[in-house]
């Protein structure tokens, strides 16, 4: 069946009548959809009848620095990926769809969208947190298929659901990485092959935490990662490296059991790059 097209409510409504009754799943994306998407989609068919993959680089997260207007944009190619995958509509409005010249309502992350990757871009959540309410309202899915490769983003779309009453049941999706470690992005295609090299050592790192079993050791062993990786050509840019209670993203304590999550963020070359695992301590 051939994948239908929506740009605004409207055609979104079409596309809901001619794609039929059942439940439906929503994708979110900034398209330049990659195998981690892929599996996003997958994971979403078997939740639900229908699938909708949104495609739509928000303004509202990107801060004045970051890299909005280059961004990879690869919308034919993101289109033959969800027919392959049996995606049934795609939503991709454009900017003045979705956003009114004179909005004023926005949601607020709250503390918990102004730590780790909040406080290294300010405004960030409160403009992904935005954007996906609306997509909720818009495509009113009963369930919605999140990674955790953006694991603080997931982390505060269910506890928005939880605070907002959203009747979506919000299900998050394994990352997917390259056979290397490195973690699939659309922000991938910036490295040149010796950033590559560099960019490797977040999963490295990453990796040499997990083997570790008390916090200070687990970031001490991931840190010595990445201060080696600090002297390679061109050199890594530690932002973060956090170790934090998957709920609420606060530093774990020394005595913290159960599950943790190991955060790190950092430049290679002209890209900002994240990946983080979970892990289970005591
Ligand atoms: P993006 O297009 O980067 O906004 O990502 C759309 C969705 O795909 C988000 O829920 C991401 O967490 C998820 N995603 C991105 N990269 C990966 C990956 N390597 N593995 C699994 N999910 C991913």
Redesign the pocket.
Known sequence: MDVIVAGNREELGKAREAAGLGRYALV????ALHE??R??IRLAREQADQVVVSIFVNPLQFGPHEDFSRYPRTFEADLGVCAEEGVRVVFAPAVADMYLPDRQIAVSAGAMGSVVEGAFRPGHFDGVLTVVLKLFNLVQPDVAV??Q??AQ?LALVRRMVADLNLPIAIVG?P??READGL????RNRYLSSADRVTALNLSKALRAGAVQREPERIKDAARAVLETAARFDPPLLLDYLALVDPATFTEVTEDHRGEAILAVAAKVGTTRLIDNVVLTLG
């Not at 979110?28 to 398209?31: A, F, K, S």
């Not at 973690?183 to 659309?186: E, F, M, N, R, Y």
């Open positions: 979110p994306t900034m398209g981690g998407h599996s996003l999140f990674g490769k953006d983003q999706a990352t997917v973690a699939l992005s659309s």
